[in-house]
């Protein structure tokens, strides 16, 4: 029994790495309510395109922590990055910092059907 409820622990951990606190935000997000959008990608692909007002903080940089510590853990988050994993895996790492209203949004694309804010340059 001990080794299943481990083995269902484990899962559930693995999950909520993958898809984040929200699998996903739910449709027509009300923008009025985000305190940021956030993209997660590297520079490199910001450049190429992101959500019109995002703020680029790089998951694999090595000022990630330092970037998020700067805002409100109590403020409400849209996370997105080229297909929902590494948002899901920042989203995890701002959990345990304390943030607590976070919703993973998944790629650019997506996000911008999620949130109606234009891609942009």
């Not at 909520?16 to 009025?32: H, I, L, R, Y």
């Not at 190429?48 to 510590?69: K, V, Y």
Request: include cysteine; aromatic fraction near 8%.
């Amino acid at each position: 029994m001990k080794k299943i409820v481990s083995l269902f622990a484990a899962i559930a951990t693995a999950v909520t790495v993958m898809f984040g606190v929200t699998a996903c935000a739910p449709e027509n997000t009300d923008m009025s309510t985000v305190t940021a959008v956030i993209d997660v990608r590297t520079p490199a692909e910001f450049a190429e395109g992101h959500l019109d007002g995002a703020i680029n903080i790089d998951w694999q940089g090595a000022t990630f922590a330092a970037d998020i510590a700067q805002f409100d853990p109590a403020g409400t988050y849209v996370i997105y990055c080229r297909s929902g994993n590494r948002s899901g895996q920042a989203i995890s790492a701002m959990t345990e910092m304390g943030f607590t209203d976070l919703a993973n949004a998944g790629s650019v694309d997506e996000a911008a059907a999620l949130t109606g804010l234009a891609i942009v340059p």
